[in-house]
């Protein structure tokens, strides 16, 4: 008898949730790739083949599975824990999402760094920077090596920081990224070099890694044979979703982990990827068959599953104009739906306005706010839009823009945390010193100076003498970091003493110290969940929580709220109502891109994404034009926009165009020049 889940999926999938489960040893699980279209059901197969090898006796712990973000992980561990319920009923506790190795490739990078440190000369009690610590440092390594100060066109941290990484992710030599993507700082090559060299040995000396390190050493790691089988030897089998937007260090640690590709099973789709800024390389799954030949197994599935046909059609002609070509057809067997909207609004007030109305439309139809989302190219598109949702009380989440910890006073605590977890963490140090009154840059600097060249730092901190003006504070100071660094047992009691520390030097900060604090036991919360302060730390670090309308930092779970995305969060991801804002040329493509075809295709690429989100109704909004208020001396200033590129007059016949106001967009010019006229008119009565 065929098992209940198994029955469900199409022949294809079928396939590939069975593959190689139940042969003999050593012809079990080769090298096997599902590339398909988007709502094909993907992530789905790859969850079902999970849960059909634990099924068939697989060991949980022995099976890594690596996702785009950790939302996604703990999305799919449900899904295999649901479907071996219904299998092993009796053995449903064995089942919890601890026991598979669920995460993301950066996630899982820093456990197995942790378990490995010793053995390749890392000190564990690292810490991990994100990008704006990351930036932070790089800063520190300017200032220090005055490049700030002489070279006054010198590129930003910022752009520093993102040259450095697309270096080190793509594994090219520095001439030729900034030749092929920074031109226009190529004349600081010398600089560069020595900058990035310095903020290497910085990272080395504090004891600190930043996103980019976690591949790094990881790759570094599995490139000791002895260590490469050794981890690879780990698990049985490695599953990875979204391979599209894996970039070569990432297939390069795969492939030495498991060299024959034994246990190997990737998933993505090609028309959807959309990473390469970050050096992601769809080339990872176009070779994959070719790195593995013969022994590699592709499968394709083309029903797609989510959408309505009308909703497919449209994304379909979209992909369809791609320069490149994609050769899959998908197909539905979902009726065809109302065709998607284009929809033209005045301005960017009209287009929230008009959102709001339909969102709530949709509710009254019975559709929860949770079913619908908003969508948009930039995490900046979309402040008209909250302002609106504010104003109506309508609570939402926002993935992929502000994050919990970017406010300045969850990081403070954090610094504490992190300072007494690795004292060399100059970032952290900084920030935390100079919390305290009477310290600044200089004192921080050289108190900081003084603890790093001591085996002990905490102990010799002790010893420093007390900075001028700095009262009792300084004590109170030294006995928390004594505390929390003697306490490492007593999770999460040391971020309940931290909090008690912080609190006074809050009121003293901020005004509106009554939200932080309230912000901070919410931490403290959030804090409770994790096992340890370094699991804590590491995770907060490198997938924070998105920031919410009610500004607690967390999503409101048990209430119903509407989801606004930029489309890179929103991949894998689906549903009911979709709208994307902002249609609109400048908008997507962006113009802030370098204008390469390469960007331009991948632009397309992301519309496709966004398009292919929407189960049942689609609306794309484009405002004619935006307001860039207050930044000009003339005062206001608006931009006229025009219907997106990757949407030509030959693809007008998948959509539904209208107005909104339902008045045609002729009159409403007329109107506005109408007023324009009176108004001066009016001013000449004036001057008489
Ligand atoms: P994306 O490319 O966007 O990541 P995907 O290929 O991973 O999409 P899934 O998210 O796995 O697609 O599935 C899309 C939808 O189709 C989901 O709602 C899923 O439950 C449904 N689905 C997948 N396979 C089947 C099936 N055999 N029968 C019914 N529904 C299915
Ligand atoms: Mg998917």
Not at 208 to 236: C, H, K, S, T
Not at 482 to 503: D, H, K, N, T, V
Not at 672 to 682: P, T
């Amino acid at each position: 008898m065929v098992a209940a889940y198994l029955e469900k999926l199409n022949e294809q999938q079928r396939l590939a949730v069975e593959h190689g489960v139940g042969l003999p040893a050593d012809k079990a699980g080769g090298p096997l790739l599902i590339i398909a279209g988007a709502g094909s059901g993907k992530t789905n197969t790859l969850a079902h083949r999970v849960a059909h090898l634990i099924v068939n006796g697989a060991d949980p712990r022995r099976i890594l599975l690596m996702t785009f973000s950790r939302r996604a992980a703990s999305e799919m561990s449900r899904r295999v824990e649901r479907i071996c319920k219904q299998v092993l009923a009796s053995n449903a506790a064995i089942m919890t999402d601890a026991l598979v190795w669920a995460g993301t490739f950066h996630g899982i990078g820093a456990r197995l760094l942790r378990i490995y440190a010793e053995q390749i000369g890392l000190n564990v009690d690292f810490t991990i920077h994100d990008r704006a610590d990351s930036a932070d440092l790089m800063n520190l390594v300017r200032h220090e090596l005055g490049l700030s100060k002489t070279e006054t066109r010198f590129p930003t941290k910022g752009t520093c920081l993102s040259i450095y990484s697309r270096t080190v992710n793509s594994e090219t030599p520095l001439s030729e990224v900034l030749r092929n993507r920074y031109p226009w700082v190529s004349e600081w090559e010398q600089q560069l070099k020595q900058l990035f060299t310095g903020y290497v040995e910085a990272k080395q000396a504090q004891n600190i890694l930043d996103y980019d390190d976690l591949l790094l050493y990881w790759a570094q790691m599995v490139g000791d044979p002895e260590l490469a089988e050794d981890i690879g030897n780990r698990f049985d089998h490695i599953l990875v979703d979204e391979y599209q937007d894996t970039n070569r260090l990432q297939s390069s640690v795969l492939m030495a982990m498991k060299p024959g590709g034994r246990g190997l099973t990737v998933v993505g789709d090609d028309a959807q990827s959309i990473y390469s800024f970050r050096a992601a390389t769809v080339r990872n799954i176009l070779d994959f068959p070719k790195a593995f030949s013969p022994a590699a197994d592709v499968i394709t599935l083309d029903r797609n599953y989510r959408s309505t046909q009308t909703i497919l059609a449209a994304a379909n002609g979209v992909i369809d104009l791609a320069r490149e070509r994609f050769t899959k057809n998908l197909w539905t067997n979902r009726p065809s739906g109302e065709r998607p909207r284009l929809l033209t609004v005045k301005d960017d007030n009209d287009q929230a306005s008009y959102i709001v109305e339909q969102v709530l439309a949709n509710r009254e139809t019975g559709m929860m706010l949770k079913q619908q989302a908003v969508l948009f190219r930039s995490s900046s598109h979309s402040g008209p839009l909250e302002v609106e949702l504010t104003r109506r009380n309508i609570p939402y989440v926002k993935f992929g823009g502000l994050k919990f910890l970017d406010s300045a006073h969850v990081k403070d605590i954090l610094a504490v945390l992190r300072f007494a977890q690795n004292p060399l963490d100059r970032v952290a140090g900084f920030r935390l010193l100079q919390m305290l009154p009477g310290i600044g840059p200089q004192t921080a600097g050289r108190i900081l100076d003084t603890i790093a060249a001591d085996p002990e730092p905490l102990v010799s901190l002790a010893e420093v003498p007390p900075p001028p003006k700095t009262g009792e504070d300084w004590a109170h100071f030294v006995e928390l970091l004594a505390g929390l660094r003697q306490s490492g047992s007593q999770w999460p009691l040391e971020i309940a003493e931290a909090r008690a520390w912080y609190e006074p030097h809050l009121d003293r900060i901020h005004e509106d110290a009554e939200t932080r604090k309230s912000d901070l036991l919410q931490l403290e919360q959030i804090a409770s969940g994790y096992p340890s302060r370094e699991r804590f730390l590491t995770e907060l670090t490198l997938d924070p929580p998105d920031a919410t309308s009610d500004q607690a930092g967390m999503p409101l779970l048990d209430e119903d709220y509407l989801i606004l995305s930029t489309i890179h969060s929103a991949k894998g991801q689906e549903w009911r109502s979709v709208f994307m804002l902002n249609v609109v040329d400048g908008c997507i493509p962006s113009d802030l891109g370098t204008g390469t075809t390469e960007d331009i295709e991948e632009e397309r690429r992301l519309l496709y994404v966004a398009m292919t989100r929407a189960k049942d109704s689609l609306t794309l909004v484009m405002p004619q034009r935006f307001f860039t208020g207050g930044q000009h001396a003339q005062g206001d200033r608006h931009i006229y926009a025009s219907r997106t590129r990757f949407i030509p007059a030959t693809l007008l016949q998948f959509f539904e165009t209208a107005t909104w106001p339902a008045v045609s967009a002729a009159a409403s010019e007329r109107s506005a020049r109408q007023i324009r006229i009176d108004v001066a008119a009016r001013m000449k009565t004036m001057w008489k």
